[in-house]
């Protein structure tokens, strides 16, 4: 009887396969959780920028045209307690017009009646998987602390269920009181 020292072929593809079809499933649930994670991180960082935004507001009421609160001066006017990347840069916009975290471009606007914060992904429009923004609209003459952040919107790329996801988490962990977000397709 000869005995038997190693594994056959089949044996060792079989485990191959089993290791393929695991991985497989596997790695887009992980990508998944990665891009949920970095939400996250938009999320605190969106919320720190209203809270910068009601605190301007609170002194300077709503500006009389176009003001750009994420512009070099604009930063000066919002206290933030946290720095922006500023190794990453936006093809087509100068560096001083827009904040970056995590690897996502914040862009802080007041005018006349409305404020909002725009968060989109480090990408080409046509490849971006999200991009989100909340509004706060003026509801009397002058700026009321009861004033409340009161609409979003986010689109995400259609074909991706990631970018859904990441939709989904930005509604449900929002600072709007009436939650009110529309998700839509791009």
């Not at 695991?22 to 994670?37: F, G």
């Not at 750009?68 to 720095?83: I, V, W």
């Amino acid at each position: 009887m000869q005995k038997h020292l190693g594994f056959t072929l089949i044996e060792l593809l079989v485990v191959v396969l089993i290791i393929g079809i695991l991985a497989a499933v596997a790695v887009p649930q992980y990508e998944k959780a990665v891009e949920k994670s970095r939400a996250a991180g938009v999320v605190q960082k969106a919320k720190s920028l209203q809270t910068a935004v009601d605190m301007y507001l609170l002194v300077n009421d709503y500006p009389l045209s176009l003001t750009n609160l994420s512009s070099k001066s604009g930063q000066e006017m919002l206290d933030l307690s946290f720095q922006s990347n500023a190794t990453m840069k936006r093809s087509g916009l100068s560096a001083s017009s827009y904040l970056v975290f995590d690897d996502y471009y914040f862009y802080v606007v007041c005018e006349r009646h409305v404020c909002y914060i725009i968060a989109e992904d480090n990408k080409a429009y046509a490849d971006q998987l999200v991009r989100v923004s909340w509004y706060r609209y003026k509801n009397r003459t002058a700026y009321q602390p009861n004033d409340v952040w009161n609409r979003g919107t986010c689109k995400y790329k259609a074909d991706s269920s990631t970018a859904k996801a990441i939709c989904e988490y930005f509604k449900e962990n929002s600072l709007l009181s009436n939650n009110n977000w529309t998700l839509t397709t791009k």
